[in-house]
């Protein structure tokens, strides 16, 4: 069944999760195809190509022990995506300008250019904007497209001021440029959907978890519980399956407002939350009711076992003082029956709760039989309470 509200990551931190896994494994595949490309130019090279023949066994190292930390996961990813995408520009735009310096554009190493280095150019403005988000992939997207537009026109321009050069290919290097500027300006504006989507995702998230969660104790509220408790029944009559509610009321509560304010009053309504969900573990939802009051579902209990959580709670809070004052609470139980409707379960609990205040508060009872459970029935027993047994 669902987990428990408020015990486990909402759903957009589920989603930026499973996002941030899937990120480090893509970023390892391209480490690796990265790593394939290295290899094949360096064993392909120009005998006299020295940018390849010196530094792409290098970058293979680089890429490769990112490749390990990926996958590990021992740096922060965000760390690794900085490293990775400021390595492909120095390689890249290095490489780019190799080719119009060290070269000729217009001649050798005019193919080159054409066939697969502007692929890399453009695998890098893409590149930036997937790793580093929409200001920082902008920023390194028309760094690469400037610094590329300007060699091609340098280029160009000292070919056209030799007459006897031929400088027909020059409106390639234009129109290659043309749909640069076309891949940058889609890959800005998918990425910046993309960042608005999670952003709008993110909101929706917290006002769902706003709309469910109680404000003072950051527990889950009557209404998230009221959804919770539908979604565990029905799990329940699916698997034929246990489930058991507990409400809890502290005693004489009005008298910590009273008398010491209501600032330790809220205190003492917060530290009782937190003492419930340590108390009843993590299989269990720990909602606040209403003012002074909680509602405990677990999931998989059987009602004695619920009476024997409620008890270990109620001793806990007895010799748990919170801000120096002595604080108890009362307990009522009740099994789902999964013949009868929620309400019925929520009413034999009131019962429950209610005869536990019949036998002196400070007690756990479930109804209909005011059972109490059986520590509870051993305290009494030993304190010489004149208390009834009924067999449940």
Request: glycine share 8%; proline share 4%; hydrophobic share 45%.
């Amino acid at each position: 069944m669902e987990e428990s509200p408020g015990r486990t990551p909402t759903g957009a931190q589920q989603e930026l999760s499973r996002l941030t896994d899937y990120r480090r494994y893509t970023y390892a595949v391209a480490c690796v195809m990265a790593m394939a490309i290295f290899f094949l130019s360096w064993l392909f090279r120009h005998p006299h190509d020295l940018f390849i023949a010196v530094g792409y066994p290098v970058f293979s190292v680089i890429y490769g022990v990112s490749c390990v930390l990926l996958i590990h996961g021992r740096v922060r990813l965000r760390l690794l995506e900085v490293a990775l995408v400021s390595l492909m520009a120095v390689i890249v735009l290095s490489r780019l300008a190799w080719h119009f310096i060290a070269g000729d554009p217009f001649g050798d190493n005019f193919m080159p250019l054409v066939s697969g280095h502007y692929w890399a150019v453009g695998t890098l403005v893409v590149l930036a904007f997937i790793a580093l988000g929409f200001r920082a992939g902008m920023a390194v997207a028309v760094v690469a497209f400037t610094f590329s537009a300007l060699l091609a026109m340098g280029a160009s321009l000292s070919c056209a001021l030799e007459p006897s050069s031929d400088c027909s290919d020059a409106m390639i290097f234009l129109r290659i440029h043309f749909f640069l500027l076309a891949l940058l300006a889609l890959t800005s504006a998918g990425t910046q959907l993309r960042d608005r989507t999670f952003a709008a995702m993110a909101r929706a998230d917290l006002l769902e978890r706003l709309s469910v969660t109680d404000r003072l104790t950051g527990l889950t509220n009557r209404q998230g519980a009221l959804d919770y408790l539908k979604k565990a029944a029905r799990h329940a009559r699916r698997g034929d399956q246990p489930l058991s509610i507990t409400l809890v009321n502290l005693d004489d509560f009005h008298r910590v407002n009273r008398r010491h304010g209501h600032e330790a009053g809220d205190r003492v309504i917060r530290r009782t939350g937190e003492l419930l969900v340590e108390a009843m573990g993590p299989r269990s939802l720990v909602a606040r009711w209403g003012g002074d009051e909680f509602l405990v579902v677990t999931p998989g209990d059987q009602e004695g076992e619920a009476l024997h959580k409620a008890e270990h709670c109620r001793w806990r809070l007895e010799h748990t003082p919170m801000d120096g004052l002595a604080i108890t609470a009362t307990f009522g139980a009740a099994q789902y029956l999964p013949e009868r409707d929620l309400d019925d379960t929520l009413n034999r609990a009131v019962q429950g709760l209610q005869q536990a205040r019949h036998l002196g508060r400070n007690t756990v009872a479930s109804a209909p039989t005011a059972r109490l459970s059986p520590l509870a029935r051993r305290r009494r027993l030993r304190e010489g309470a004149t208390t009834t047994w009924h067999a449940g």
